[in-house]
């Protein structure tokens, strides 16, 4: 494992730090880790969710709060304050945990930051769905992506101000219709923090130290400068169609466990597609089948397809 050190960063440079180390990964065929303090307040975006889908870009505006995008897929994080980024690059989905596989990947992956943040202080649970809970309260959310070459990036997006759920002032009503945590209502690591108040450099120290000591041997790597990272795909989102491309028309969204899917097709007749919303898939997978416009796309019904049917397309 190679160790970044840890600092305060503006949010687009932490969330440009998964590409950045990404790279990395695959240059030294090595587990790649960051941390990174920041100050919201923001919406972090899935990679694959529309914006005027999820939040409300005019009430966001009026407020002064940054729509941004990160490069993995999943749900929407909200950043109401202080809180942390988790950045974990992988050569491939076993780099890190032996039997990891492309089905089991976050289940694994997550393994050591579950054991890291039980040692640092909240004892941690993963279920299976995008979001870790600490004292049995949804406070981390998660997201992934996967690049062709078989590289993985896992980020996790933890509050210590303001808890991860997004406002409902700021949402759509599709968006509020969603109970994103299953029945829990998620919690900031201040509010957790019911003994004493949370130090966050403090706790972010200590949850380095303990993510070391569950990867041994742990290398301590040069650090990455603001001049290395390209931080142009993290602006702030500025449409409500974002990201889906120039001409294509958006089809009824399709409601699914996680949230929705959405799509978008060519008018008249053309087969170019795009795919997206509250999923967690590779990003290239998806790319994959938005450029099928010879086969077209078959008759499947999206809700309940899994990855595996979509790219047999």
Not at 48 to 56: F, I, L
Request: charged share 25%; proline share 7%.
């Amino acid at each position: 494992m190679h160790a970044i050190e840890l600092r305060k960063r503006p949010i687009p440079e932490a969330l440009a730090l998964g590409p950045a180390l990404v790279e990395r990964a695959e240059q030294a065929q090595a587990a790649h880790l960051a941390l990174s303090l920041v100050d919201g307040a923001a919406v972090v975006l899935g990679a694959a969710q529309r914006a005027g889908r999820v939040v409300d870009l005019a009430a966001c505006r009026q407020r002064g709060i940054p729509i941004l995008r990160r490069a993995t897929t999943g749900t929407a994080a909200w950043l109401g304050g202080r809180g942390l980024v988790v950045t974990l690059a992988l050569p491939h989905v076993a780099a890190l945990v032996a039997d990891a596989t492309p089905r089991t990947l976050l289940n694994r992956n997550v393994r050591p930051l579950l054991g890291a943040l039980t040692r640092a202080g909240m004892l941690a649970h993963y279920f299976g769905r995008e979001w870790i809970t600490l004292r049995r309260r949804p406070a981390a959310l998660l997201g992934f992506d996967v690049a062709a070459s078989g590289a993985v990036l896992v980020e996790a997006f933890i509050g210590h101000d303001a808890a991860i759920a997004l406002p409902d002032e700021i949402t759509t009503e599709s968006e509020r219709a969603v109970d994103r945590f299953l029945g829990k209502k998620p919690a900031s690591l201040a509010e957790l923090a019911t003994d004493t108040p949370l130090d966050l450099d403090r706790f972010a120290h200590a949850l380095l130290d303990a993510l070391r000591a569950r990867t041994e041997p742990t290398i301590t790597t040069p650090a990455i400068g603001a001049d290395e990272l390209d931080t142009r795909p993290f602006a702030p989102i500025e449409h409500a169609r974002d990201p889906i491309p120039e001409r294509l028309l958006l089809k009824p969204a399709v409601r699914v466990p996680i949230g929705w899917i959405e799509s978008a097709v060519e008018p008249e007749g053309a087969r170019r597609v795009w795919l997206g919303g509250d999923v967690l898939a590779p990003r290239w997978a998806l790319a994959r089948i938005a450029t099928q416009g010879d086969a077209g796309l078959p008759e499947i019904a999206l809700e309940g397809a899994t990855m595996a049917d979509l790219l047999a397309c």
